[in-house]
Structure formats: structure tokens, C-alpha cells
């Protein structure tokens, strides 16, 4: 295994360039994690040691070398074993290029699709995962596990109705399955649905066994449903099971600001950061409640983490601009403002962003010139007149000394309206 690992690996250079794949296709049958709604799994990087090229095979009575890796067939087998074997080890991005080299050396092989799909859940790319298990199980209908997955996929990009139909077919064709029903749950969850949640996730959990997901998702059902005390039980149950899950230490968050005890909101929140400091949804839960209870010193590095774990995230973005200008700290603003536009550089959103902080920083012409270059921007009519409304509020308060520049960009852009 150790000789072939090393060809393997030289082929994997080219082949890590054609991970980003559009459509599913198969595997033999690797030994498969129990899946199901796993959130907030962190990616793992890779690594792998540089071995030597193997020695080539000779058989008695030959003295040249054969090539046993001479097919196809052949080959795709060895990938696939090395993405098994790398998946295993958490080698995520890895094993995802090794599968995806088995596909295309033999497209008759099963399974790849799911094994793939599978990892991007796990890498929080959800949408990758819903082409490849659509392809799945599309070539292979009875694959239990590739369609459970595939309804999980769909309820995290958003098709909840898609998701709970391809969830409740499952059910039903396997009615003593655990697993099915727990994922059921989790998409009703997802769609809004908390009191069929309940009932799915307690499906599950009466078939057994009990997992940390079934208890944490039955708590944020049962938090939909004003059911507070028993949320919280559901939760401690979840802990005890999964103490490094950050998924329901945020759920817990999330009920407590509901409930306006904001100390133990914050830490909760804290907790889930504490788990997974790539956790935004966290971080930015901490940051505003530190803003509410008007600890400004601690919520300023908030922030900045939470720009940190979601760069493209535009209403952290503002959020965070909105915080620095109050606290006087136009600086910082602008620096997260540009950030916005280097980013981004079509959106109007972030020019407006850029504006904002422009003005609050004294730069009323840079301002002026960030909201005209936004009002461009905008395909739709609310948004230039967002634009309109800022540079008007900007004009208003503009000093005498630039009433002439603001006379004269509206007289330019009414002639430009005619």
C-alpha cells in the first residue's frame, strides 16, 4: 500500500485542480460515518508526507518490471482507497481531489457521489453537496444514505419544501430507520415547521440510538415552541453527550437573549466561540450582546473576530462600522470600509458603507463621490434612492465651504437625469 500511496500522490498534484466537481458519479462501497445534520464541523488541513517512487513489481521467473497500474479501472481503485484512507485521517480537501480522480478514470464505480457530497456537508458547502447526491442517488435509487443526506443538503441552501418531501419519502420507505427521521426533523426545523419537528426528532429518539444532534435539535423545537424549561433540558442532554458540539451551546445563546437574560447569552455565545472560533454566527451573537450591555472595550475585538470568521458578510460589515463611528472610532470604520470595497468591488452596498465612513472620518467629497459611484451600481430603483437619500443628508449638513461642490454635482446630475 505504501509503494502505490507514492504514484497516488503524484497524480493527486494534477488531480486537486479538478476537485471543484459539477456533478456526481460513483464508488465501491467504503465503510461510511454515521451522517446526519452535522452544522458546524471545522475544515482540517491538509498535509501529507513526500515518499519516494516505489520500486517497480518483478514476478518470478521475469526479470523486467510489469505494470500493474496499466488501467483505468486500476488506477481508480488506488484513488480511491487513498480517498478513503484520507478521509479517514480528516485529509477532507484531499480525499475529496482523490474521489474525484477515481470518478473520472471509471465512471462505472458507485457511491463516489455520496462520499463526496458527504465531506462538503462536513466543509459547510452545502450546495456542492446537493449536485453530487442528486447525482447519486439518481444512479443509484435505493442508496438510503446518499438520499438522507441529499434532504439534508437541500434544507441547508434553502429548499426546505424540497428537502422535507425528499425526507417524508424516506420515512416512509423506512419506517424503523433512525436516521431517516432525525434528518426529517431537522428539515422541518429548517422550514419552520417545530411541532413536526418534535414529533420527528422523538421518532428518532425512541428507535435509538440517542444522539447529541436528535437532543440539540429537539431543543430548538421546542424553543420555537415556547417550551423553554424543556429547551434547556434538551440541551444539557446534548452537552453531556457532545461536549465539543458549539451548535448548541449557540442554539442556548439564542434562547437566552430571547428570554433577555443577556449575561448568560454572552456566555453561551462564548462558549460556542470557545468550540469553534470560526463560528460567526456565534461571534456576532457575542459582539451584540456586548453592545447591549454597553461593554464597548470587549465589543470592539468582537467585531473585528467576527469580520475574521465571515469576510464577505456585508451586514458585519455594517454593523461593525455603525459601532466604531458611535464610539468615535472613525478609523477603524473606514478600515473596514475599504475592506468592503476591495471585496467587493461591484456592490453598491459596500460603496455606501465606504461613504458612511468616508463622511464620519470629515471626507465630505470622498463621501459625495462613494455615493454617487454606488447609485451606479444598484441594478434596482431602492437602492439609488438609498444613494439619493445619503447624499441629501450629506448636503444638508455639508460647511460652507463645499456648498459650491454640492451645487454643482446636482446641477451635473439633473442635466444627466434629462
Not at 488501467?71 to 477532507?92: I, S, V, W
Not at 458527504?118 to 444512479?139: D, F, K, M, N, S
Not at 458549539?246 to 433577555?260: D, M, P, Y
Not at 451573537?285 to 473585528?304: I, N, S, T, Y
Amino acid at each position: 500500500m505504501k509503494s502505490s500511496r507514492a504514484l497516488v500522490l503524484v497524480l493527486l498534484c494534477a488531480a486537486a485542480l479538478a476537485a471543484r466537481v459539477t456533478s456526481g458519479a460513483g464508488v465501491g462501497a467504503p465503510p461510511r460515518p454515521a451522517p446526519g445534520p452535522r452544522l458546524f464541523v471545522p475544515s482540517v488541513p491538509d498535509s501529507y508526507p513526500a515518499e519516494r517512487d516505489p520500486a517497480p513489481i518483478l514476478i518470478p521467473g521475469r526479470m523486467e518490471p510489469i505494470d500493474t497500474l496499466n488501467t483505468p479501472q486500476a488506477r481508480a481503485r488506488l484513488f480511491l482507497a487513498m480517498g478513503r484512507d484520507m478521509e479517514a485521517r480528516g485529509e477532507l480537501t484531499t480525499a475529496i481531489a482523490a474521489y474525484h480522480s477515481a470518478w473520472t478514470l471509471d465512471t462505472t464505480l458507485t457511491g463516489i457521489g455520496y462520499r463526496m457530497g458527504h465531506i462538503y456537508l462536513q466543509l459547510g458547502e452545502p450546495q456542492r453537496a446537493v449536485r453530487l447526491l442528486l447525482a447519486e442517488v439518481t444512479r443509484s435509487p435505493g442508496d438510503a444514505d446518499a438520499a438522507r443526506e441529499l434532504g439534508i443538503a437541500l434544507a441547508q441552501i434553502g429548499r426546505t419544501g424540497d428537502a422535507v418531501r425528499q425526507l417524508e419519502l424516506l420515512a416512509r420507505k423506512r419506517p424503523l430507520d433512525d436516521e431517516a427521521w432525525s434528518a426529517l426533523g431537522y428539515a422541518y426545523l429548517m422550514a419552520g415547521r417545530a411541532q413536526d419537528a418534535e414529533t420527528a426528532l422523538r421518532r428518532a429518539l425512541a428507535l435509538g440510538p440517542a444522539r447529541a444532534s436528535e437532543h440539540r435539535d429537539l431543543g430548538a423545537a421546542l424553543a420555537g415552541l415556547g417550551r423553554e424549561r424543556e429547551a434547556r433540558a434538551e440541551y444539557r442532554r446534548a452537552m453531556a453527550m457532545d461536549p465539543k458540539d458549539a451548535g448548541v451551546w449557540l442554539n442556548l445563546g439564542n434562547l437566552e437573549r430571547r428570554a433577555q437574560r443577556s449575561e448568560a447569552a454572552l456566555a453561551a455565545y462564548r462558549e460556542a466561540e470557545r468550540r469553534d472560533s470560526s463560528l460567526a454566527l456565534a461571534i456576532r451573537g457575542e459582539a451584540q450582546m456586548l453592545v447591549a450591555l454597553g461593554r464597548a472595550r470587549e465589543a470592539g475585538p468582537a467585531f473585528k473576530r467576527w469580520l475574521r470568521a465571515s469576510p464577505g458578510d456585508l451586514e458585519a460589515r455594517l454593523q461593525a462600522i455603525q459601532f466604531f463611528v458611535g464610539e468615535g472610532r472613525a478609523d477603524a470604520a473606514l478600515e473596514i470600509a475599504r475592506e468592503a470595497v476591495r471585496l467587493a468591488p461591484r456592490s453598491g452596498d459596500a460603496r455606501l458603507m465606504h461613504g458612511v465612513a468616508l463622511d464620519a472620518s470629515g471626507d465630505k467629497r470622498g463621501a459625495l463621490d462613494a455615493f454617487r459611484r454606488a447609485a451606479t451600481l444598484f441594478p434596482d430603483s431602492v437602492g439609488r434612492a438609498r444613494s439619493r437619500q445619503l447624499i441629501a443628508t450629506l448636503r444638508a449638513g455639508a460647511p460652507d465651504s463645499l456648498r459650491a461642490l454640492f451645487a454643482s454635482d446636482s446641477l451635473q446630475h439633473e442635466a444627466e437625469r434629462r
